[in-house]
């Protein structure tokens, strides 16, 4: 899960810009949890293409 459209229900901000104690401690413990957390869909979806094309190209190389 990306923190990027969580919504802090202490001050009403995202929870990425870190505005409030709560803010800071959620964002703080989602990205223990999950080092990924912090990108956003698009950079993990180019993240996915960039490996299948290594994938492939590993592929055809040994063929």
């Known amino acids: 899960m990306t923190y990027d459209r969580l919504v802090c229900a202490n001050c009403a901000a995202p929870v990425s810009e870190g505005r409030c104690p709560v803010c800071r401690a959620n964002r703080q413990r989602l990205q223990q ?5 912090g990108l956003n869909p698009m ?7 960039v490996l299948i094309a290594a994938v492939a190209l590993l592929a055809h190389q040994t063929v």
């Open 33 to 37: 949890e999950n080092p990924f957390a």
């Open 43 to 49: 950079a993990l979806a180019a993240l996915l293409v």
